[in-house]
Nanobody
Framework: QVQLVESGGGLVQAGDSLRLSCAPAGRPFATYAMGWFRRTPGKEREFVAAITMRNGRTYYSDSVKGRFTISRDNNKNFVWLQMNDLKPDDTAVYYC????????????????????WGQGTQVTVSS
């Protein structure tokens, strides 16, 4: 099966920036959309951002819009999340996600849309 590997998390201060990276452990695979979710203990997983791989259409949660930017390399199934002006509320484990490419033309913002999940990378933002 598809395995996704995230990197780039760390400990930063409020106002700092981080860039998260995601890549498949194996060969490229068929996918319509990839993206990022995050989870804080005691809370549900929260949608952060997604991007359609062929056309590069982007989707963002209201809480990160204007601060985070998602990008991709469709040929390699690579995705990145540039995170600027980080806030303590951004502290979470961030997960890279991908669908299986069987559906298309939908809004990729729900966790049910995604079939493949990475192990997560920790982002901690101090005040």
């Amino acid at each position: 099966q598809v395995q996704l590997v995230e990197s780039g998390g760390g400990l930063v201060q409020a106002g700092d920036s981080l860039r998260l990276s995601c890549a498949p452990a194996g060969r490229p695979f068929a996918t319509y959309a990839m993206g990022w979710f995050r989870r804080t203990p005691g809370k549900e997983r929260e949608f952060v951002a997604a991007i359609t791989m062929r056309n590069g259409r982007t989707y963002y949660s209201d809480s990160v819009k204007g601060r985070f930017t998602i990008s991709r390399d469709n040929n390699k199934n690579f995705v990145w999340l540039q995170m600027n002006d980080l806030k303590p509320d951004d502290t979470a484990v961030y997960y890279c996600v991908a669908d299986n490419g069987r559906d298309y033309g939908y809004r990729p913002t729900r966790q049910e849309n995604f079939h493949y999940w990475g192990q997560g990378t920790q982002v901690t933002v101090s005040s």
